[in-house]
């Protein structure tokens, strides 16, 4: 599967942001799907995460009840979208996938995309 992902952009503190991680490929729905970010100087880290179905999601504290993770498998398409945003949000996004296994940790994911770039300004 290719990932591809978009929706960064520059907004200010307390706006909102929506990413977009478009697959092609095999049967999307056969993937789980996480997102990272990466801010400078800095590892990457675990935004969220959603099962193969939808039916299961799962949030890094720092963004719980802000972020909200979804699929449209019919669209092969899984959507971040972002609200409340905090300059602390600045970093490059990167959207993950793998057939097997679905976590909050970068080896849980064999694919993964180039990254789309959020600035949030304060």
């Known amino acids: 599967v290719q990932l591809q992902a978009s929706g960064g952009g520059l907004v200010q503190a307390g706006g909102s942001l929506r990413l977009a991680c478009a697959a092609s490929g095999p049967t999307f729905s056969n993937y789980a799907v996480g997102w990272f970010r990466q801010a400078p100087g800095k590892g990457r880290e675990f935004v969220a995460a959603?099962?193969?179905?939808?039916?299961?999601?799962y949030y890094a504290d720092s963004v719980k009840d802000r972020f909200t993770i979804s699929r449209d498998n019919a669209k092969n398409t899984v959507s971040l979208q972002m609200n409340s945003l905090k300059p602390e949000d600045t970093a490059v996004y990167y959207c993950a996938a793998d057939r097997r296994r679905w976590g909050p940790t970068t080896t849980d994911y064999h694919y993964w995309g180039q990254g789309t770039e959020v600035t949030v300004s304060s």
């Open positions: 959603i099962s193969w179905s939808g039916g299961r999601k």
